[in-house]
Nanobody, 116 residues
Framework: QVQLVESGGGLVQSGGSLRLSCAASGFTFSRYAMSWFRQAPGQERELVATITSAGGSTNYADSVKDRFTISRENAKNTMYLQMNSLKPEDTAVYYC?????????WGQGTQVTVSS
C-alpha cells in the first residue's frame, strides 16, 4: 500500500522556520521525482519545489527561492522541506507528491500557518 505521510507543520511567527518531512512507503522511493505542493484557502494548488530521484537537481517556485530548501534521503525513504524566513503568504496546506512516468502519488497534507 502506497503511503506518503507529511509531518512538521504548525504555527510559526513571520520570519521563523519550519522543517517538513514526507515519509514514503509502498513503492520504490529512489525511482521517483519528489515534490512539495501547497494550497492556500480559495487558491489552486501550486508547485513549491521539486527534486529528482537521485537528488541531483532541484527546482523552486520564484516565491520561495533562497528561503526554502528541498532535500531527500533515499536510504530513509524520506523527503524534506526546510522553510526559512517564513511569510504570512506561505500559509497553506503543504502536500508531498511522488511522480514517475507511470504513477502519481499524494500525501494528505500538513498545515503551515505563519502569523504576522
Amino acid at each position: 500500500q502506497v503511503q506518503l505521510v507529511e509531518s512538521g507543520g504548525g504555527l510559526v511567527q513571520s520570519g521563523g522556520s519550519l522543517r517538513l518531512s514526507c515519509a514514503a512507503s509502498g513503492f520504490t522511493f529512489s525511482r521517483y521525482a519528489m515534490s512539495w505542493f501547497r494550497q492556500a484557502p480559495g487558491q489552486e494548488r501550486e508547485l513549491v519545489a521539486t527534486i529528482t530521484s537521485a537528488g541531483g537537481s532541484t527546482n523552486y517556485a520564484d516565491s520561495v527561492k533562497d528561503r526554502f530548501t528541498i532535500s531527500r534521503e533515499n536510504a530513509k525513504n524520506t523527503m524534506y522541506l526546510q522553510m526559512n524566513s517564513l511569510k504570512p503568504e506561505d500559509t497553506a496546506v503543504y502536500y508531498c507528491n511522488a511522480r514517475n512516468w507511470q504513477y502519481d502519488y499524494w500525501g494528505q497534507g500538513t498545515q503551515v500557518t505563519v502569523s504576522s
